[in-house]
């Protein structure tokens, strides 16, 4: 099993993108924004996307946190030394970028066939829990030039959409986080009474909260995460997965969350050369 992973620098930001398809203001550039309801909309359900930098980027994922992919559709990555570079130095080929639940006899004739932890659904449903994480994970490679393709032939919505991308270098620790990490479904909807006694509900929306502690951390792994968290604080958001490349993709997928750090806890030292840290990240 993989360890914990944190994108903490988000190289797409720096980037000039262009995309091959888009809907009138639903641009490519609405995905260096973090409102999630600035999104990019394609015209059909194929879309590439290009990436270029100044200078050399160091690449270990692509993710879009918000799309309206379905679980069958694909990814594929490819990352250039150079602009106009005929050979790519990385090509992921065609990946599940939000894969199904593994099959399993007994759930035959009672989950929905591609079943999967997220309620599948356009930027509408994003405030209320519903859309799915595309993430493509690789050994990182350095580049000026990526293109991305995202293919979901199948989609009902006839185009795709997406309301973020990330792409980066991750942080890894040695020692992954303590067992009991928690996945909080915060929902701001407030109940109330009528004047007849009824209770009512004022919906709001939900979000994630994901609850970590690294309590066996080792020197350079400490001197790592107190420099992401002095430079992100609680203004800049994360990538964050608790399982990344898990043979699960419905455990990776709900553990999976872009968000902020809502927490700034004391490092504390449990025992020698060893650290400890609470790490709290709330879903943008």
Not at 130 to 156: C, E, K, S, T, Y
Not at 178 to 207: C, I, M, V
Not at 255 to 261: D, F, H, I, Q, S
Request: proline residues 6%; contains cysteine.
């Amino acid at each position: 099993m993989k360890n914990l992973r944190i994108i903490y620098d988000n190289a797409a930001d720096r980037a000039t993108l262009a995309t091959s398809t888009a809907a009138g203001d639903l641009a490519a550039g609405n995905l260096q924004s973090d409102i999630k309801t600035d999104i990019y909309r394609s015209t059909g359900t194929r879309a590439t996307f290009v990436l270029s930098w100044p200078v050399a980027e160091r690449i270990g994922c692509v993710a879009f946190p918000f799309t309206n992919l379905t679980s069958g559709g694909a990814m594929r990555v490819r990352l250039y030394a150079m602009p106009g570079d005929g050979a790519p130095v990385l090509d992921t080929g065609w990946v599940r970028a939000c894969a199904p639940a593994p099959f399993a006899p007994r759930d035959f004739g009672i989950l929905p066939l591609a079943f999967n932890a997220y309620r599948w659904g356009g930027v509408g449903t994003w405030g209320g829990g519903g859309g799915a994480a595309a993430v493509a994970w690789f050994d990182p490679a350095r580049g000026r030039h990526m293109v991305i393709d995202l293919d979901d032939g199948q989609n009902p919505q006839g185009y795709l959409e997406a309301g973020r991308l990330v792409a980066g270098d991750y942080w890894s620790p040695q020692c992954n986080a303590d067992y009991g990490a928690g996945l909080q479904n915060q929902d701001s909807s407030a109940h109330f009474r009528n004047e007849a006694g009824d209770l009512l509900t004022q919906k709001g929306n939900t979000s994630n909260k994901l609850t970590l502690q690294l309590s066996h951390l080792q020197a350079d792994d400490r001197m790592r995460l107190a420099r992401i968290l002095r430079d992100n604080a609680k203004h800049t958001p994360m990538l964050v997965s608790l399982f990344p490349e898990n043979p699960d993709p419905v455990l990776e997928q709900e553990y999976t969350v872009y968000g902020k750090a809502s927490n700034l806890g004391a490092v504390t030292t449990p025992y020698f050369g060893t650290y400890a840290f609470p790490l709290e990240i709330e879903g943008i």
